[in-house]
């Protein structure tokens, strides 16, 4: 199989410096998909060279606004152009459905698109009032400069997408690095923008691994700020790493996500389903392998059993298989080592005591589902406290959990009972009590009688050790800007404060 030159530096797409290469591998049956070059140091530091030349001297930082904005809005339209190959190409590096690809490309064009309309539709300038006519006093924003923007390997063109997007409207330019185990679409991607017309330098891509490659973007001196979404413990380094150069550091880093499931909302035969198939939605869309997925269920204990006893079944009629497949509605996981975690979590949840209800094994083999692939069956857990490993770790499978309330205090303690802050949901028949039971939960996004929808107006990351910033709305693209302000003296005079 070809290599692909996938290191895009200065407008050129070249091999490694040293002339190493990655394989890529299909999680459905853990054959080959391609050969990606594997960066090193040497190629962070050439790529960080090129957009720091084309920050400091080239044209893009200061071209008009309305002109970066349209140039996002062709990006957009490139996507669209090419949805069905990019879609098949992120479900075969991922190992998700297709039709999760397809809704991947469709939400990665429409930030595109919000970015592009919000930074051309603000004013220039914010006038401050400094109490006098003689002083004009404006508040600018102006890029931050060089953006090491970091991608994790569930979501690496949506991920990498919320990042670039208002990069680039800000006027940023950047180098970005995907998962080494994912970087198929995010080479789609960078072709994409050059076609649209962005000037080489800009966009600089290097593939590998974490360290060295993400470890250098993360310290390197030229580089102003870096984004980083991936697990915990290399966010922490990442921002140990970032800190002896100041500069500015954006860290989504998971969840331990709760969905809260009150009695009243499983009242009628119509509720009862909603929140068992959100609840079903809420684990396992992609395997589990989602920063805000709702691996926590929290359901109070009359409505428990039944609740539990019908989403165990539900779980176990998931079809798995390639995301290619017609009919499939789960994939693999995306390695062997994920499934390895995977099975870890659940032998020590079973051993501290936890009940299995549905899954808990690898699948048999069958239609669309190779033996070499790396499948998990979607598992359920009853009988779960906070003493448990499977309750307090992110657990990034297919596996949920069950705790159980009586009271509504004890459901907010419970949801809030965790070092994570990312996202949680709450289903009620009480309206009252919904919005009350939000309003308490600390974390960053909050679902009512629902789970998984974003929005790219709305912004998106969370509490304690969820991270810190966010991406989306306003304030994503704030992260990537610099705010100045322009005291100016319209009748200058001598001040006279020194008698001589």
């Given at each position: 199989?070809?290599?692909?030159?996938?290191?895009?530096?200065?407008?050129?797409?070249?091999?490694?410096?040293?002339?190493?290469t990655?394989?890529?591998?299909?999680?459905?049956?853990?054959?080959?998909?391609?050969?990606?070059?594997?960066?090193?140091a040497?190629?962070?530091?050439?790529?960080?060279?090129?957009?720091?030349?084309?920050?400091?001297?080239?044209?893009?930082?200061?071209?008009p606004?309305?002109?970066?904005?349209?140039?996002?809005?062709?990006?957009?339209?490139l996507?669209?152009?090419?949805?069905?190959?990019?879609?098949?190409?992120?479900?075969?590096?991922?190992?998700?459905?297709?039709?999760?690809?397809?809704?991947?490309?469709?939400?990665?064009?429409?930030?595109?698109?919000?970015f592009?309309?919000?930074?051309?539709s603000?004013?220039?300038?914010?006038?401050?009032?400094?109490?006098?006519?003689?002083?004009?006093?404006?508040?600018?924003?102006?890029?931050?400069?060089?953006?090491?923007?970091?991608?994790?390997?569930?979501?690496?063109?949506l991920?990498?997408?919320?990042?670039?997007?208002?990069?680039?409207?800000?006027?940023?330019?950047?180098?970005?690095?995907?998962?080494?185990?994912?970087?198929?679409?995010?080479?789609?991607?960078?072709?994409?923008?050059?076609?649209?017309?962005?000037?080489?330098?800009?966009?600089?891509?290097?593939?590998?691994?974490?360290?060295?490659?993400?470890?250098?973007?993360?310290?390197?001196?030229?580089?102003d700020?870096?984004?980083?979404?991936?697990?915990?413990?290399?966010?922490?380094?990442?921002?140990?790493?970032?800190?002896?150069?100041?500069?500015?550091?954006?860290?989504e880093?998971?969840?331990?996500?709760?969905?809260?499931?009150?009695?009243?909302?499983?009242?009628?035969?119509?509720?009862?389903?909603?929140?068992?198939?959100?609840?079903?939605?809420?684990?396992?869309?992609?395997?589990?392998?989602?920063?805000?997925?709702?691996?926590?269920?929290?359901?109070?204990?009359?409505?428990?059993?039944?609740?539990?006893?019908e989403?165990?079944?539900?779980?176990?009629?998931?079809?798995?298989?390639?995301?290619?497949?017609?009919?499939?509605?789960?994939?693999?996981?995306?390695?062997?080592?994920?499934?390895?975690?995977?099975?870890?979590?659940?032998?020590?949840?079973?051993?501290e005591?936890?009940?299995?209800?549905?899954?808990?094994?690898?699948?048999?083999?069958?239609?669309n589902?190779?033996?070499?692939?790396?499948?998990y069956?979607?598992?359920?857990?009853?009988?779960?406290?906070?003493?448990?490993?499977?309750?307090?770790?992110?657990?990034?499978?297919?596996?949920?959990?069950?705790?159980?309330?009586?009271?509504?205090?004890?459901?907010?303690a419970?949801?809030?009972?965790?070092?994570?802050?990312?996202?949680?949901?709450v289903?009620?028949?009480?309206?009252?009590?919904?919005?009350?039971?939000?309003?308490?939960?600390?974390?960053?996004?909050?679902?009512?009688?629902?789970?998984?929808?974003?929005?790219?107006?709305?912004?998106?990351?969370?509490?304690?050790?969820?991270?810190?910033?966010?991406?989306l709305?306003?304030?994503g693209?704030?992260?990537?800007?610099?705010?100045?302000?322009?005291?100016?003296?319209?009748?200058?005079?001598?001040?006279?404060?020194?008698?001589?």
């Amino acid at each position: 199989m070809p290599v692909i030159d996938s290191l895009l530096i200065d407008g050129t797409w070249r091999p490694a410096s040293a002339g190493a290469t990655r394989d890529v591998v299909d999680p459905a049956d853990a054959t080959v998909l391609a050969t990606v070059a594997e960066a090193d140091a040497a190629d962070a530091d050439a790529a960080v060279a090129a957009a720091r030349r084309a920050f400091d001297h080239g044209p893009w930082p200061g071209t008009p606004v309305a002109d970066r904005c349209a140039l996002l809005r062709r990006v957009a339209g490139l996507l669209q152009r090419d949805r069905e190959e990019i879609a098949l190409a992120e479900s075969r590096d991922t190992g998700k459905t297709l039709a999760e690809g397809r809704v991947d490309v469709d939400d990665v064009t429409a930030a595109f698109r919000y970015f592009a309309a919000l930074a051309d539709s603000e004013p220039a300038g914010r006038v401050v009032d400094a109490g006098s006519a003689d002083v004009h006093s404006v508040v600018v924003h102006e890029p931050v400069g060089v953006c090491a923007l970091i991608a994790p390997w569930n979501y690496p063109l949506l991920q990498v997408s919320w990042k670039i997007a208002p990069a680039l409207a800000a006027g940023n330019t950047f180098v970005a690095k995907p998962s080494e185990l994912t970087p198929l679409t995010t080479v789609l991607l960078m072709r994409l923008l050059a076609e649209a017309g962005l000037p080489d330098g800009v966009a600089n891509l290097v593939t590998g691994a974490g360290d060295p490659v993400g470890a250098r973007l993360a310290a390197h001196a030229d580089v102003d700020l870096v984004s980083f979404t991936g697990g915990l413990a290399s966010g922490t380094t990442v921002a140990a790493l970032a800190a002896p150069t100041v500069k500015k550091v954006a860290l989504e880093l998971g969840g331990k996500n709760p969905n809260v499931v009150f009695a009243d909302a499983c009242a009628t035969d119509e509720g009862f389903d909603a929140s068992v198939d959100q609840a079903l939605n809420a684990a396992f869309v992609h395997s589990g392998q989602v920063c805000s997925a709702g691996s926590r269920l929290i359901v109070e204990e009359s409505v428990r059993e039944r609740f539990v006893t019908e989403l165990a079944a539900r779980a176990a009629r998931i079809r798995l298989g390639r995301g290619t497949a017609d009919g499939v509605e789960c994939g693999p996981l995306v390695s062997a080592a994920q499934l390895a975690k995977t099975e870890a979590h659940v032998a020590a949840a079973l051993a501290e005591g936890a009940v299995l209800r549905s899954g808990g094994a690898r699948p048999a083999p069958g239609p669309n589902r190779l033996a070499g692939g790396f499948f998990y069956s979607p598992t359920v857990l009853d009988g779960c406290d906070r003493t448990m490993g499977v309750i307090r770790e992110e657990l990034f499978g297919p596996i949920v959990t069950v705790e159980t309330f009586r009271t509504e205090d004890e459901a907010v303690a419970l949801a809030n009972d965790t070092r994570y802050g990312l996202a949680g949901a709450v289903f009620s028949a009480d309206t009252a009590r919904a919005r009350r039971v939000a309003a308490r939960l600390r974390h960053g996004t909050v679902w009512i009688n629902d789970y998984h929808p974003y929005l790219p107006q709305a912004e998106w990351g969370g509490f304690g050790r969820s991270g810190t910033g966010r991406e989306l709305g306003p304030a994503g693209l704030a992260e990537y800007r610099e705010s100045k302000h322009v005291y100016e003296n319209l009748r200058p005079a001598p001040v006279r404060w020194f008698a001589g």
